[in-house]
């Protein structure tokens, strides 16, 4: 008898077929002597549609609203079938007795499992897989202590509650405000809330008004101190003649150190990451978006081996771990990464609580070095980058805490007091491993200050006398909160409980591709059409606590502790509210996309809308369906910023491109390339045909064309 082995891409079912000797490729499987690996194509299942209940609902309607079917039912995806009916003839054979769910460790590898095992009707006994990397070993030790499936059964009514809940929130809300205001306006349990975030930082930015206040330093030879209030310690002054008072009173008097307070502080290694933080970082230090991360790490997880399971949001390792560290080290320890390494394989790790801790890890540990032999020049730049993220991160757990002296003085001069503060190095520690010289705590969010804490004092002792050689007043203006980088938006939804590692990057991203907000730079902006949708989605729906306490049910259910049942009844019952407060609505809604343009069929105005190759102009009416090109069409011409395909653009000096996220403008240097550098291949012919019509030069320069091209090409 043979176990079915169930994976969820067909990159892992290829890598765990061949550790487990099944050699003979099939169409929709590797088959061997003890196992059958077959995999699935992400979801192969889905829950049903409004019209597999009902053919009513191909058509939207609000009177319809909401749908509610008293049992969810599954389909099997058309595009996907072929692989589905593949697994299912499969698990008919007579000789295959056990299934090994193999799919991705968590909640969402579960759910694709279960219900591909749902609609074969899989009545066998089942066992789980589950690991945390895609080594060689890590598969073979995993195959060697397998779980029982019914282990998991929590956290697959855990998927099954997120899933259902998806559906019966977002497309009823969905197709009550798009029936309701006539546009289509996407809305859901997550999405909403984290739009609302955004368009409350864009009020705040909007109703801020800058103030301008005044700091006062003096320069007192060797070092320089800031005045600060005596009452409040704020060195920020509002009063411009109060300030002007205070530079005066201190210009070129005497004064004397009144007190000095020198002590020793560190700060300890950061934590490990898990994927948000990875997410966070990887934004603010190269632009990627969470996305871009996700998929990059997921090549290095499942293509390479070199990392362990991506979707995590745990920052701390196991005790079971704690033997393995070294040799993941040793395995890191190449190019720039051996000399890092060095000295801690010279002696005993240090392991402490900030590394281990069982009792701060749920379904996986942080993510650090499987220990697997890795050629860095095989990895891309975006590869690259990232996998030294994690390497540094992973190297630095094991250095001592960086260790600094910070000494304040308090100067006295003309009866005011000024304070300086600088920090000296006493052992750089784990800032060692990314050779920086400041003193960030990279676990706490950065704050703006206008100290200068890195100045090196002289020696110095109480009644020391001062000179003031130049007194500064600096001129400054309050500044609003900044708009959300993917970085910080990631950090809110982390702090609010919106989604998981795993889902929030896709949450951004639906919010981009249904131009609620746009990507301009490093910043993301909510769009007309964003703002109009959160004006008329539900009050509660916007609230994060809302689908916080979702959240915080659904990790319940997962472990035990909630009630599936009841978790689904106050997701029905909340349907129901929100789709009839969309009812009784009574705001409109004003597409913020529409142009001065009129369709030439109806003479309703035009709107413009994004497409895949670029802006298009549609008819405003939804009984018409005339749409046409705009300016502004997708390129293969790439910004040299950012690297994304640029629009072109016809302007009155001509045409250029134009990069829409950097703003980067450049001209179009050849008309006959069609909008790039190069002359297209039509263009090229039609030159050497002229040419090579003429005799003598021409067919020289002819050929002389034909090699400047075919070195073009190799280029």
């Given at each position: 008898m043979k176990i079915l082995v169930l994976t969820e891409k067909p990159s892992v079912a290829k890598e765990i077929a061949r550790v487990l000797g099944c050699n003979q490729k099939q169409k929709h499987h590797y088959e061997g002597a003890k196992y059958v690996v077959t995999w699935a194509l992400g979801h192969l299942v889905t829950l049903a549609e409004p019209d597999d209940y009902d053919a009513k609902y191909k058509t939207w309607n609000l009177e319809d609203l909401p749908i509610l079917p008293e049992r969810m039912k599954l389909k099997v995806m058309k595009e996907t079938s072929h692989q589905f009916r593949g697994i299912e003839q499969l698990s008919r054979r007579g000789d295959i007795a056990e299934l090994?769910?193999?799919?991705?460790?968590?909640?969402?590898?579960?759910?694709?499992?279960?219900?591909?095992?749902?609609?074969?009707?899989?009545?066998?006994?089942?066992?789980?897989?589950?690991?945390s990397s895609q080594t060689d070993q890590a598969i073979r030790e995993g195959f060697a202590q397998l779980k029982p499936g019914t282990d998991y059964n929590r956290l697959y009514q855990a998927a099954v509650c997120r899933s259902e809940a998806d559906w019966l929130i977002g497309?009823?809300?969905?197709?009550?405000?798009?029936?309701?205001?006539?546009?289509?306006?996407?809305a859901g349990r997550v999405q909403t809330p984290t739009l609302a975030m955004m368009i409350n930082r864009e009020t705040e930015i909007r109703d801020f008004r800058s103030v301008d206040y005044w700091l006062i330093e003096a320069d007192l030879g060797s070092f320089r101190a800031a005045w600060r209030d005596p009452k409040t310690g704020d060195a920020r002054i509002f009063d411009r003649e109060r300030a002007d008072s205070l530079k005066a009173k201190l210009q070129g008097q005497n004064g004397r150190?009144?007190?000095?307070?020198?002590?020793?502080?560190?700060?300890?290694?950061?934590?490990?990451?898990?994927?948000?933080?990875?997410?966070?970082?990887?934004?603010?230090?190269?632009?990627?978006?969470?996305k871009q991360t996700s998929n990059v790490l997921q090549r290095l997880y499942e293509q390479y081996k070199i990392v362990t399971y991506p979707r995590t949001d745990s920052r701390y390792l196991t005790s079971d771990m704690a033997p393995t560290l070294a040799g993941r080290i040793k395995g890191a320890a190449i190019g720039p990464y051996a000399p890092l390494a060095a000295p801690l394989l010279r002696k005993p790790l240090t392991i402490t609580k900030r590394i281990v801790d069982d009792t701060k890890v749920s379904d996986h540990h942080a993510i650090i070095p499987t220990g697997e032999a890795v050629s860095l020049a095989a990895l891309s730049a975006d590869e690259r980058r990232l996998y030294d993220l994690i390497v540094r991160r992973f190297l630095s757990l094991f250095y001592g805490p960086c260790r600094y002296d910070e000494t304040k003085l308090t100067v006295d001069i003309a009866g005011e007091k000024l304070y300086a503060s600088g920090k000296v190095v006493k052992q750089a520690g784990w800032k060692e491993v990314y050779g920086a010289n400041d003193f960030t705590d990279p676990d706490r969010e950065e704050s703006d200050t206008d100290d200068d804490a890195s100045q090196l004092l002289p020696q110095a002792k109480e009644k020391d006398p001062v000179t003031v050689k130049q007194a500064r007043?600096?001129?400054?203006?309050?500044?609003?909160?900044?708009?959300?980088?993917?970085?910080?938006?990631?950090?809110?939804?982390?702090?609010?409980?919106?989604?998981?590692?795993?889902?929030?990057?896709?949450?951004?991203?639906?919010?981009?591709?249904?131009?609620?907000?746009?990507?301009?730079?490093?910043?993301l902006i909510p769009t007309?059409?964003?703002?109009?949708?959160?004006?008329?989605?539900?009050?509660?729906?916007?609230?994060?606590?809302?689908?916080?306490?979702?959240?915080?049910?659904?990790?319940?259910?997962?472990?035990?502790?909630g009630s599936m049942e009841q978790f689904l009844s106050g997701i029905r019952a909340k349907a129901v509210e929100l789709v009839n407060e969309v009812k009784k609505s009574g705001a409109a809604y004003k597409p913020h996309n529409l142009t001065g343009s009129k369709c030439p069929d109806c003479g309703e105005f035009l709107q413009e809308v994004k497409g895949k190759r670029g802006r298009y102009l549609v008819c405003s009416s939804?009984?018409?369906?005339?749409?046409?090109?705009?300016?502004?069409?997708?390129t293969n011409h790439r910004c040299p910023q950012c690297h994304k395909k640029m629009e072109i653009h016809t302007g009155k000096s001509g045409k250029y491109f134009q990069c829409r996220p950097c703003n980067v403008v450049e001209k179009v240097d050849n008309e006959a390339s069609g909008g790039g550098r190069r002359a297209s291949a039509k263009a090229n012919r039609q030159l050497i045909e002229k040419y090579s019509d003429q005799t003598g030069l021409g067919n020289s320069l002819a050929d002389k064309l034909r090699a400047a091209m075919q070195q073009n090409k190799e280029e």
């Open positions: 090994v769910i193999a799919t991705d460790a968590g909640r969402e590898g579960e759910l694709v499992a279960r219900w591909i095992m749902e609609l074969i009707r899989w009545k066998k006994p089942f066992k789980r897989l589950w690991i497309l009823n809300v969905t197709r009550a405000l798009t029936s309701k205001f006539g546009a289509s306006l996407s150190i009144v007190q000095i307070q020198q002590t020793e502080k560190q700060i300890p290694h950061p934590l490990a990451y898990d994927l948000t933080e990875l997410q966070r970082d990887a934004n603010r230090k190269f632009g990627f978006s969470a007043q600096l001129s400054r203006q309050t500044k609003p909160p900044g708009r959300y980088t993917e970085a910080s938006l990631l950090s809110q939804m982390e702090k609010w409980g919106l989604g998981t590692p795993a889902t929030r990057a896709d949450i951004i991203e639906k919010l981009v591709s249904s131009d609620t907000i746009e990507r301009q730079g490093s910043q007309g059409k964003g703002k109009q949708l959160i004006e008329l989605a539900s009050e509660e729906l916007r609230s994060p606590e809302l689908t916080a306490r979702w959240e915080l049910e659904l990790e319940r259910i997962a472990k035990g502790k939804r009984e018409c369906s005339y749409k046409r090109e705009a300016d502004g069409q997708l």
